[in-house]
């Protein structure tokens, strides 16, 4: 089987994203990643939902996540019988799915697939470690084809990144990160980033950087408050970002910041070009949920409190970016137009 992770930096590894083995699902820290590598290891589905409720895994991670958890649930229902494993996995999904409110829709469809292998099984009379063999393979190939699946994507957006150019990103976009640095290695393209950290877990400084540094990139970090200016200053080509939810009627939720970058990218006449495919559970944007996250976490700098006692904090962890921001929607079918997305469900 071809693994599409071959070529990856060390953090978009299958093992090093979220694997399942023997009874465990092993998550790599990317709270801490790369100043330490450790992993957090998870012995229940509850432990890799808390994991990913506690962002320990980012970007696509908490979707491996899920169906390495649904593996994981499997193996912890093996001595049940087959009534009770069906409810035991519905219950399971149910918690794995909702481990992040603003995700909720799309986490559903990973773990509703794994819920389809269970049914088909418990069908057959196959329990066991056959079950979780079957479930495990799942996971394998949802990541599998997830990656795949981006490695066009990327040739798509990598169409419209200069030679030589410079990108600006925002957060970190996992998959497509990997797999545009992938194929502009493959064409030749020394492209340059510009990744904005992305407090307050600094996604961009440690794991965007980390990966186009560890693919041989060059790239440079900056605060999130300077990317209306260094646009300008450093001549960037392309501003662009992966999203968490892509509503049909066109807006993009994505990591909070994301909606000033695109402002600053419209001034300057900078294409923003948003990766992912539209969302059919998410009709428009009133559809969405915003996560609100712990206050706490703007008043400090991993682990080092920045403000005076009394001071109040706010932290929204994502925001939206209307569609007349975005000059397209780059799936693996090609672009759209954000307001013009029905269409991606009648191109095959």
């Keep these: 089987m071809i693994r599409y992770d071959e070529g990856m930096a060390f953090m978009l590894r299958y093992e090093n994203v979220a694997w399942y083995e023997n009874g465990k699902v092993r998550i790599l820290d990317r709270r801490i990643y790369p100043m330490e590598t450790k992993y957090v290891t998870c012995t229940t589905h509850e432990e890799v939902a808390q994991a990913i409720a506690d962002m320990v895994t980012q970007s696509a ?37 909702h481990a992040r409110p603003t995700t909720v829709e799309k986490m559903k469809r990973v773990v ?11 069908e ?36 419209h990144v200069p030679c030589n150019g410079t990108v600006m990103t925002q957060c970190f976009g996992e998959t497509i990160i990997g797999t545009l640095l992938h194929e ?24 965007t950087a980390s990966v186009a540094c560890d693919m041989g990139f060059d790239v440079t970090v900056i605060t999130d408050n300077m990317p209306g200016y260094v646009m300008h200053e450093k001549k960037v080509d392309l501003f662009t970002s992966a999203a968490d ?21 419209s001034y300057w006449g900078i294409p923003y070009l948003v990766t992912g495919i539209p969302n059919p559970a998410h009709p ?18 991993l682990g080092t409190k920045t403000t005076m006692d009394g001071v109040q904090g ?13 000059d397209g929607i780059v799936t693996d079918r090609g672009i759209f137009a954000p307001i013009n997305l029905k269409t991606y469900f009648n191109k095959k």
């Design 184 to 207: 502009c290695r493959e064409r030749g393209n020394s492209i340059k980033m510009i990744c904005p950290e992305t407090r307050p877990y600094y996604q961009g400084a440690r794991l």
């Design 124 to 159: 057959t009379g196959e329990t066991g470690q056959k079950l979780v063999d079957a479930v495990f393979d799942y996971a394998f190939n949802f990541i599998n084809n997830n990656y795949k699946k981006h490695h066009v994507i990327a040739k798509y957006l990598a169409d």
């Design 314 to 326: 706010f932290y929204p962890a994502f925001d939206i970016t209307p569609p007349k921001l975005c």
């Design 61 to 97: 991670g908490p979707y491996t996540a899920a169906a390495m958890g649904m593996a994981l649930a499997a193996y912890e229902a093996m001595q049940k019988d087959e009534k009770d494993i069906l409810h035991f996995m519905e219950k399971a999904s149910y918690t794995l799915s």
């Design 112 to 122: 509703e697939g794994a819920m389809k292998i269970v049914r088909g099984k418990l």
């Design 284 to 301: 428009n944007i009133n559809s969405v949920k915003i996560e609100l996250r712990d206050p706490s976490l703007t008043m400090d700098t």
């Design 245 to 265: 939810v892509i509503t049909m009627d066109g807006y993009v939720v994505n990591k909070v910041g994301t909606f000033q970058i695109a402002l600053a990218a």
